[in-house]
């Protein structure tokens, strides 16, 4: 009864939130995505399923799958540059990297 729907999700929305229209059995809804919305993180829709011949609905889940831009804008890549590697922005990165400073 519940449906599945994988969703491209642009790097920007992903990043910092915001809206977005997505097709249900039941026409197009538009949802809120979280600011931070990670690869494969889902929402769910109670009841945008299928029915039941008792009337009751399955859900609808919405699972994201981030887009990655083709192009950056000159002025983004600039400020994007000057952004700071640090563990609570990356933590798993600042892992690696604290591994390879202490490993070579």
């Given at each position: 009864?519940?449906v599945?729907?994988?969703?491209?999700?642009?790097?920007?929305l992903?990043?910092?939130?915001?809206?977005?229209?997505?097709?249900?059995?039941?026409?197009?809804?538009?949802?809120?995505?979280k600011?931070?919305?990670k690869?494969?993180?889902?929402?769910?829709?109670k009841?945008?399923?299928?029915?039941?011949?008792?009337g009751?609905k399955?859900?609808?889940?919405?699972?994201?799958?981030?887009?990655m831009?083709?192009y950056?804008?000159?002025?983004?890549?600039?400020?994007?540059?000057?952004?700071?590697?640090?563990?609570?922005?990356?933590?798993?990165?600042?892992?690696?990297?604290?591994?390879?400073k202490?490993s070579g």
């Amino acid at each position: 009864l519940d449906v599945i729907l994988e969703c491209k999700l642009p790097l920007h929305l992903a990043l910092l939130g915001g809206k977005l229209k997505i097709p249900t059995l039941y026409g197009v809804k538009e949802i809120e995505i979280k600011e931070n919305t990670k690869d494969g993180d889902y929402k769910l829709l109670k009841n945008y399923g299928l029915p039941t011949m008792k009337g009751v609905k399955g859900d609808q889940y919405i699972i994201f799958d981030i887009e990655m831009p083709n192009y950056l804008h000159d002025k983004l890549k600039k400020e994007m540059k000057k952004m700071e590697i640090d563990s609570k922005t990356y933590p798993e990165y600042s892992k690696y990297e604290e591994y390879m400073k202490n490993s070579g």
